[in-house]
């Protein structure tokens, strides 16, 4: 039976990735803040499901993650759906801050334990995390979020290239979908082209299944990107982006 470990799993994307991989045979360790969500899940998937407390922004997150992979009994598949961004115009230094600790600290911690994990693993390991489009473009309104995305996007590209120069033997998956409606975009901001969360969590384990290095969720997202990406910076930033 593969094992999986979803970190950011008490809602949306999270959960019904969870959800779907149990279907696909999968035993998973769930992790998140609040622990009273990961049991109400656990309850109607007892004998497939592990929790555990976990705050990627805590200096113990490493020590909470490495005792739910030996409580699983090994994992396959890690998976990291944990993350925040709100805009932030006025620059508020707290929010920035707050950010940026779980976007690029939480996630350094969790990313660098799994690649810790499949590095003394004799099998095939699967790194997988949701970023995010916005890591493109650096967008005004959202300027930690943006930076942090961004971050992500070449922290893993690096290990690509570091598990290439040690031979290890490990996928990764960069998952960049577009607005979701779940409790990050939950704001008075009106946000274009809002998908459900089981519809992109469906997307993701296809990408999964077929172990992609990188995937645009949807497509509608991909050819924005595309033609954000055609933009020169000069242009870009003259341009007045935001949600309303």
Request: aromatic fraction near 10%; charged fraction near 25%; hydrophobic fraction near 45%.
């Amino acid at each position: 039976m593969k094992k999986a470990i979803i970190v950011g799993a008490s809602s949306g994307i999270g959960q019904e990735v969870s959800k779907l991989l149990i279907q696909e045979g999968y035993k998973v360790g769930i992790a998140a803040r609040r622990l009273p969500f990961l049991e109400e899940f656990k309850e109607k998937y007892p004998d497939k499901v592990v929790t555990k407390q976990l705050d990627v922004t805590s200096e113990n997150a490493v020590e909470t993650l490495s005792a739910l992979i030996d409580e699983l009994g090994g994992m396959d598949l890690f998976f990291l759906a944990s993350g925040i961004g709100k805009q932030n115009p006025d620059l508020n230094l707290d929010l920035e801050l707050q950010v940026l600790n779980t976007n690029v600290l939480g996630f350094t911690r969790m990313v660098s334990t799994a690649f810790n994990y499949f590095k003394t693993s004799d099998k095939l390991g699967h790194i997988a995390v949701i970023s995010s489009i916005a890591g493109t473009k650096g967008l005004g309104v959202a300027t930690s979020y943006s930076a942090s995305k961004r971050f992500q996007n070449t922290y893993i590209q690096s290990l690509v290239q570091l598990a290439r120069i040690e031979n290890l033997n490990i996928k990764f998956t960069d998952i960049k979908p577009g607005f979701v409606d779940t409790d990050l975009l939950n704001d008075q901001h009106h946000y274009p082209l809002k998908m459900k969360s089981d519809y992109v969590a469906k997307k993701i384990v296809k990408a999964l299944r077929k172990q992609k290095r990188s995937t645009i969720i949807d497509w509608r997202f991909a050819v924005l990107v595309f033609f954000w990406k055609l933009i020169p910076n000069w242009i870009w930033e003259r341009m007045k982006i935001k949600a309303k």
